[in-house]
């Protein structure tokens, strides 16, 4: 089975700084791919970032950058610039190509402050 | 503005009530998902429907039962819930033709169980 890892309960990074989320994962599939979702308290979950397995290239979304290191099933997040906007709950998700099933992580809750 | 619609956003019921929760998305995406979300907890997939058919059951308990009249909606019918069953459910939906495309997800619907 699959599982998810963020090691980090609680994060907290001041206002304009650079914050890095950790994120492990374990699986014996090839075909998959890597999300960051944001929740903050008004609840909706929203797509940050997206990596596919097979790309080694790191994505990158505005101020949001990964860190996928395949070998080490290693999907961290970086938040450059970070805005108080950003204080949210983050999920890492792993999606299985042969499932399709979404299986997150248990969650990083960060604070950003002013 | 979300994409995926679920109303109501809170619903308070007792223990005897039938409610039932609706989601709508108008993306022409042909999975949609229901989701349990425990406070600080990741989201729980309960059901996944592909092309309107149910594709998954998450060995979910009877008195959740969900419905997907046609491509755009997805309900769940509640009766006889129990206290342990209030959480907040999340509504998602995804295009099925490729396993990689990320889940979009509603703002859930906040219940509470007397």
């Known amino acids: 089975a699959q599982t998810v890892t963020q090691s980090q309960p609680e994060m907290s990074v001041q206002e304009a700084e650079t914050v890095t989320l950790s994120c492990t994962y374990d699986?014996?599939?090839?075909?998959?791919?890597l999300f960051w979702y944001k929740q903050p308290p008004s609840r909706q979950m929203i797509l940050v970032i997206r990596q596919e397995a097979y790309k080694q290239q790191n994505a990158t979304e505005n101020r949001f950058s990964v860190n996928f290191q395949k070998a080490a099933k290693s999907f961290s997040l970086k938040i450059s610039d970070s805005q108080l906007g950003d204080a949210a709950m983050y999920f890492c998700?792993?999606?299985?190509?042969?499932?399709?099933?979404?299986?997150f992580g248990q969650g990083t809750t960060l604070q950003v402050k002013p | 503005d979300t994409e995926v619609t679920q109303t109501p956003k809170h619903l308070v019921m007792g223990m005897t009530n039938k409610k039932s929760l609706k989601c709508e998305q108008h993306?022409?995406?042909?999975?949609m998902y229901w989701y349990k979300q425990k406070a600080k907890k990741p989201p729980e997939l309960m059901f996944v429907?592909?092309?309107?058919?149910?594709?998954i059951n998450e060995s979910v308990p009877s008195r959740f039962s969900p419905e997907c009249p046609n491509s755009s909606l997805l309900n769940l019918h509640l009766h006889a819930l129990q206290p342990e069953d209030s959480a907040l459910y999340l509504c998602?939906?995804?295009?099925?033709?490729?396993?990689?495309?990320?889940?979009?997800f509603g703002d859930g619907t906040r219940l509470s169980i007397l």
């Open positions: 998700a792993y999606l299985s190509g042969n499932t399709g099933k979404l299986i």
């Open positions: 993306m022409g995406h042909r999975a």
């Open positions: 998602a939906s995804s295009q099925l033709e490729l396993n990689n495309q990320p889940q979009h």
């Open positions: 699986t014996s599939e090839s075909d998959y791919y």
């Open positions: 429907y592909s092309y309107e058919k149910l594709s």
